[in-house]
Nanobody, 123 residues
Framework: QVQLQESGPGLVKPSQTLSLTCTVS??????????WTWIRQPPGKGLEWMAA???????AYNPSLLGRLSISRDTSMNHFTLHLSSVTPQDTAVYYC???????????????WGKGTLVTVSS
């Protein structure tokens, strides 16, 4: 029932800010007991947890990306947004948004996913 859809640019230039939005249907991003996550997978690499925002609105960030990362939400539109500043070619990846039941504890214990969107960083 819950569906997530990523949207944003497929190509960004080095030093720019990448902005991606996840639109959620079939469930509220304010529903108790869930947080809403951005993860990514560079080509040939594993998944990397980036950030999440809880049903309460509290954000959390991967410490390795903390200085470049911001997550926010618009409850009236039922979507949440990621901003990644100062991008480099190493930020090229498939970016996913997903839901996580908080009770599962693990950052990668995600029950609903978007299909992902490929973002290429290149000049």
């Amino acid at each position: 029932q819950v569906q997530l859809q990523e949207s944003g640019p497929g190509l960004v230039k080095p030093s720019q800010t990448l902005s991606l939005t996840c639109t959620v249907s079939g469930g509220s991003i304010e529903a108790h007991g869930y947080d809403w996550t951005w993860i990514r997978q560079p080509p040939g690499k594993g998944l990397e947890w980036m950030a999440a925002i809880a049903f309460s609105g509290s954000p959390a960030y991967n410490p390795s990306l903390l200085g470049r990362l911001s997550i926010s939400r618009d409850t009236s539109m039922n979507h949440f947004t990621l901003h990644l500043s100062s991008v480099t070619p190493q930020d090229t990846a498939v970016y996913y948004c997903a839901r996580r039941p908080i009770a599962t504890m693990g950052l990668y214990d995600l029950d609903y996913w978007g299909k992902g969107t490929l973002v290429t960083v290149s000049s």
